[in-house]
């Protein structure tokens, strides 16, 4: 199986691609920005018997985008990953002065860059007669959290569009579902030990997940261990400690 993993240089789409890796499945990650990060995720695999290569894409350019999966593609299995940040994170402003601009942006990439990805896919697996999407969500698209209105407009509507593809693609063994991620602990993550044991604490588990446990359950989505589960949410552990009450 051809797997593609969108942002896979790093944090939990580098484990999945190492992961897809270890399962004896050809991987292609892509990477926007440090291409050396994707290429040591490249040989992690290859030195494990994988076979993986990288490639360039922005979820903003979409013609690139197209250019990508032509090059790179077929896939049998996409794991849609990559996010544009654009400096989401909690803001000075209130919701009222966030610029239309920066709305724009993060929809562009976030939702229609992600509408392009499987555009662009859909018509090889359609006639394979055999495919999976997963698209990576968060919890902050039902819960959401201040300073972050664009990005979690755009995580939510990766549930819509999930909804719509299993049933456009379903006919065709096209399986498509949202990943719902909580706070997960990588390499990169840069928050106080003290902040991940508060939230642990709040989950059911009493833990968080690491981005090998995230990347467990993308593997499964995306592969043919999934074999009717389409056009659902899939809430994963750290995403557990959503709820108020559980404060």
Do not use: C
């Not at 892509?30 to 050396?36: F, L, Q, V």
């Not at 006639?127 to 698209?141: C, H, N, P, Y």
């Amino acid at each position: 199986m051809h797997v593609l993993v969108t942002g896979g240089s790093s944090g939990i789409g580098a484990a999945t691609a190492r992961a897809f890796g270890r399962e004896g499945h050809r991987v292609t990650l892509t990477y926007r920005s440090g291409p050396d990060r994707a290429e040591r995720v490249v040989e992690e695999i290859e030195k494990t018997g994988g076979t993986a290569a990288a490639v360039p894409m922005d979820l903003g350019d979409h013609e690139g985008i197209r250019a990508a999966v032509a090059a790179a593609g077929p896939f049998d299995s996409v794991i849609a990953n990559a996010v544009m940040w654009g400096g989401d994170a909690p803001r000075e402003e209130s919701f009222e002065e966030v610029p239309a601009a920066h709305w724009s942006e993060m929809l562009n990439a976030n939702v229609v860059g992600n509408v392009v990805l499987a555009q662009s896919v859909l018509p090889a697996m359609r006639e394979k007669g055999f495919g999976r999407i997963v698209l990576v969500s968060s919890g902050i698209a039902e819960e959401g959290t201040p300073g972050s209105g664009p990005y979690g407009t755009a995580k939510m509507a990766l549930h819509g569009l999930a909804r719509t593809l299993a049933w456009q693609a379903g006919g065709d063994g096209v399986l498509v579902n949202v990943a719902a991620v909580g706070l997960t602990m990588t390499d990169s993550t840069a928050i106080p030990a003290q902040a991940f044991d508060a939230v642990a604490r709040r989950t059911p588990a009493r833990r968080l997940s690491t981005a090998d446990d995230v990347a467990a359950l993308l593997v499964f989505l995306g592969s043919a261990a999934n074999r009717n589960l389409t056009g659902e949410i899939i809430r994963e552990g750290s995403n557990a400690a959503r709820s108020a009450h559980t404060m």
